[in-house]
């Protein structure tokens, strides 16, 4: 199994809160992604990092930004939390397409977060 | 817009039976299809994946084909086992910035494989 850890795994938050999840991985890969799962949608990538201090956005990004100060963390953070951003949140890394690799992404095991 | 639509939010097959997932996309640019297998409470875990440049990859019970006259993928299971009950997303692959492969997810449907 690929080493990513995401902390916390359960959090229960009230609007207008700032919130922080943390991805942490071991693999020294390059990417690294945040997405969220809400029935219906399947899962939607929020932002995602090719290196470090270099990130983009993705198809849902409003409300949400991100930091990698280094190749190993990556965080995600609801600057004022909101009932829409109540979601089972994954992080993913990558090590990128290569010899025989076709860039499929590694889940941690997600954070999920309740904003009342 | 949804570039990758599963139609089917479940499917209920008999153990020793064929599964049979079906996944449609609209963009023309994607290079990679992937599907994926999620338990509850557990991240999704990586199935089998296969190139907008061929048709067919096998991996022991699971197959994947791609027919992209029709823009459609589909995923076989035979024999489906009761532990193929999950919930599994088709995923489709767009290169970005640096290299970065951003994956476009299906909305999942729910498998149950009953004895």
């Known amino acids: 199994d690929a080493g990513i850890t995401q902390s916390p795994r359960h959090k229960v938050t009230e609007t207008g809160t700032p919130v922080t999840l943390r991805c942490h991985q071991t693999?020294?890969?390059?990417?690294m992604y945040w997405y969220r799962q809400d029935p219906g949608h399947g899962l939607r990538l929020i932002h995602y990092?090719?290196?470090?201090?270099?990130?983009d956005k993705g198809e849902v990004s409003d409300g949400y930004s991100v930091s990698r100060s280094k190749t190993e963390d990556f965080l995600l953070t609801l600057e004022s939390a909101t009932s829409s951003q109540t979601s089972v949140y994954f992080c993913?890394?990558?090590?990128?397409?290569?010899?025989?690799?076709?860039?499929?992404?590694?889940f941690g095991e997600g954070s999920r977060l309740t904003v009342l | 817009d949804q570039q990758v639509k599963q139609n089917s939010p479940s499917l209920s097959v008999q153990e020793g039976r064929i599964s049979i997932l079906n996944c449609d996309y609209t963009?023309?640019?994607?290079?990679?299809f992937l599907w994926y297998k999620k338990y509850p409470a557990e991240g999704p875990t990586f199935l089998i994946s296969i190139s907008s440049i061929k048709d067919k990859n096998e991996d022991g019970r699971f197959t994947v084909f791609l027919n992209k006259s029709a823009k459609h993928l589909s995923l076989h299971i035979v024999p489906s086992q009761p532990g193929d009950s999950a919930v599994y997303f088709c995923a489709a692959s767009l290169s970005h910035s640096g290299g970065a492969q951003k994956l476009v997810f299906g909305q999942g449907t729910r498998l149950t494989i009953n004895p």
């Open positions: 963009n023309s640019m994607f290079d990679y």
């Open positions: 993913a890394i990558s090590a990128g397409q290569g010899l025989g690799n076709t860039g499929e992404l590694f």
């Open positions: 693999e020294n890969h390059r990417y």
């Open positions: 990092s090719y290196g470090v201090k270099d990130t």
